[in-house]
């Protein structure tokens, strides 16, 4: 009875852990930066660049020897071509800018995302490497 019972409790302290009082993090928020992304249009078949910055909060640091970088950029209905898989980040004054050049290949509003790969100094030692996720549109005009 007592197993039963013990099997009961884990799963339901698994399934709700807000009603402890517990708080689960957000996989696309980080307490070191911000992320600003601005959809972009542009003539179908035409190259354009999606800026993605994300500027570092208040005490944090870039950590410049890590591979700052957007990966797995995909479009949801493949109606964005990309010129790279991977791009890499421009440190720049306030964080971090990614120019992603992208070409619609049909008209329309195509949603994409990718993941940000980044890194971050807070304080005299402690460093982290973290996932942030990047979602926008680009717009495929005629």
Do not use: W
């Not at 070191?32 to 959809?39: C, H, N």
């Not at 944090?60 to 949801?76: D, K, Q, W």
């Amino acid at each position: 009875m007592l197993i039963c019972f013990s099997a009961l409790a884990v799963a339901v302290l698994a399934s709700s852990p807000a009603s402890l009082g517990f708080e689960q993090a957000r996989t696309d928020e980080s307490p070191a930066y911000v992320v600003e992304v601005t959809d972009v249009s542009a003539k179908v078949g035409e190259p354009a660049v999606l800026h993605a910055t994300l500027r570092i909060r208040q005490g944090y640091r870039v950590l410049h020897a890590y591979n700052n970088r957007v990966i797995e950029l995909s479009s949801f209905d493949d109606g964005v071509a990309f010129e790279r898989r991977v791009v890499r980040g421009t440190i720049q004054e306030g964080g971090l800018d990614f120019a992603i050049g992208v070409r619609a290949t049909k008209p329309g509003r195509h949603p994409i995302n990718g993941y940000f790969r980044v890194g971050y100094i807070h304080g005299p030692d402690e460093f982290a490497m973290v996932s942030l996720r990047l979602i926008a549109n680009v717009n495929g005009t005629e």
